[in-house]
T-cell receptor
Framework: AQSVTQLDSHVSVSEGTPVLLRCNYS??????LFWYVQHPNKGLQLLLK??????LVKGINGFEAEFKKSETSFHLTKPSAHMSDAAEYFC??????????FGTGTRLKVLA | DTAVSQTPKYLVTQMGNDKSIKCEQN?????MYWYKQDSKKFLKIMFS???????INETVPNRFSPKSPDKAHLNLHINSLELGDSAVYFC?????????????FGPGTRLTVT
């Protein structure tokens, strides 16, 4: 069965320090993986997606993620956190056509 | 130019009532979805539609009835509301149902059942 595991439910970083949000997947189907961000009381916004073109994917707002097939990981990183990065982040994988599975989310807190 | 819009944004109602949430996308996408987000932020798919046809019904109680009058609209009607229906409901769309396409989400409808 397909699954997406976000390894940390909460991550706290200081402003200006690197961000690492971890995601492991298990899917015999998935040709793609996604990261979405949800700011408080807002809908989800796509940060970046992997579709097998390149293993290092750059997204919006300075985020990037690396697909590592050997480790079944798709971790999200950013070199320098900004206060506006505080939000909930979701790793998502397709689970067949017309269906996606979401990780349980990682809440990122950025300390001044 | 809102890509995916939902109305209403907030819905407060009593147990036993019937309510509807409307969703519209102006992206020309073929596929639309309804998700439920619980209080712990967990997102679970409820329904997927492609070109007005129901594709996925993820064991949702039959009190929930989606309707898609055309491929740009997907509405959700809920009968006999229960306390456990309190959640945020998100509509989303994608180019089609193949796995390579990202989803675009609406702003959500926060449903509170008292």
């Amino acid at each position: 069965a397909q699954s997406v595991t976000q390894l940390d439910s909460h991550v706290s970083v200081s402003e200006g320090t690197p961000v690492l949000l971890r995601c492991n997947y298990s899917s015999s189907y998935s040709p793609s993986l996604f990261w979405y961000v949800q700011h408080p009381n807002k809908g989800l916004q796509l940060l970046l997606k992997y579709t097998s073109a390149a293993t290092l994917v750059k997204g919006i707002n300075g985020f990037e993620a690396e697909f590592k097939k050997s480790e079944t990981s798709f971790h999200l990183t950013k070199p320098s956190a900004h206060m506006s990065d505080a939000a909930e982040y979701f790793c998502v994988a397709p689970s067949g056509t017309y269906k996606y599975i979401f990780g349980t989310g990682t809440r990122l807190k950025v300390l001044a | 130019d809102t890509a995916v819009s939902q109305t209403p944004k907030y819905l407060v109602t009593q147990m036993g009532n019937d309510k509807s949430i409307k969703c519209e996308q102006n992206l020309g996408h073929d596929t639309m979805y309804w998700y439920k987000q619980d209080s712990k932020k967990f997102l679970k798919i409820m329904f997927s539609y492609n070109n007005k046809e129901l594709i996925i019904n993820e064991t949702v109680p039959n009190r929930f009835s989606p309707k898609s009058p055309d491929k740009a609209h997907l509405n959700l009607h809920i009968n006999s509301l229960e306390l456990g229906d309190s959640a945020v409901y998100f509509c989303a769309s994608s180019q089609d149902g193949t796995a390579i396409w990202e989803q675009y989400f609406g702003p959500g409808t926060r449903l509170t059942v008292t």
